[in-house]
């Protein structure tokens, strides 16, 4: 089975997380945390920028790493770099996918995300209280 090295933008504004519907392909409609294929050369972090730029028209600021996602989709596997980002310049307009929309973090199971990316939010909410427990402190 082929592998698919890929990266993912958790795009983080205040308390929400931006997330995208696939207007194209295999898995169309499905929702996801935006990103692409890494390009031979690249860093994942210079993928993940370029692949911002060119499916959101936004410059966005690769703050850490979150986790990576290996999943067997039926006909490859997925290796899937995830980071969480910021928006530096620009507003995330949709020049790929069919819809997005800001959720706020009790928001998160709104959406029939893509397999893999379910795994995504998993360790997003992990992250997300593990931030919440370091500020009350």
């Given at each position: 089975?082929?592998?698919?090295?890929?990266?993912?933008?958790?795009i983080?504004?205040?308390?929400k997380?931006?997330?995208t519907q696939?207007?194209?392909?295999?898995?169309?409609?499905g929702?996801e945390?935006?990103g692409?294929?890494i390009e031979?050369?690249e860093?994942p972090?210079?993928a993940?920028?370029r692949?911002?730029q060119?499916?959101?028209?936004t410059?966005?600021?690769v703050?850490?790493?979150?986790?990576t996602?290996?999943y067997?989709?039926?006909?490859?596997?997925?290796?899937?770099?995830?980071f969480?980002?910021k928006?530096e310049?620009?507003n995330?307009t949709?020049?790929?996918?069919?819809a997005?929309?800001?959720?706020?973090?009790?928001?998160?199971d709104?959406?029939?995300?893509?397999?893999?990316?379910?795994?995504?939010?998993t360790e997003?909410?992990?992250?997300?209280?593990?931030?919440?427990?370091?500020?009350?402190?």
């Amino acid at each position: 089975m082929k592998t698919v090295q890929v990266v993912a933008a958790l795009i983080i504004n205040q308390d929400k997380v931006f997330a995208t519907q696939r207007g194209y392909g295999e898995f169309k409609d499905g929702w996801e945390f935006p990103g692409g294929k890494i390009e031979p050369g690249e860093t994942p972090e210079e993928a993940l920028k370029r692949e911002i730029q060119e499916e959101l028209a936004t410059e966005i600021q690769v703050e850490q790493p979150l986790t990576t996602v290996e999943y067997d989709y039926p006909t490859f596997h997925l290796s899937m770099q995830c980071f969480i980002c910021k928006v530096e310049r620009g507003n995330l307009t949709l020049l790929e996918h069919e819809a997005a929309k800001w959720l706020s973090y009790d928001e998160l199971d709104s959406v029939d995300w893509l397999s893999a990316d379910r795994v995504v939010v998993t360790e997003l909410r992990k992250y997300l209280f593990k931030d919440q427990n370091d500020k009350e402190k």
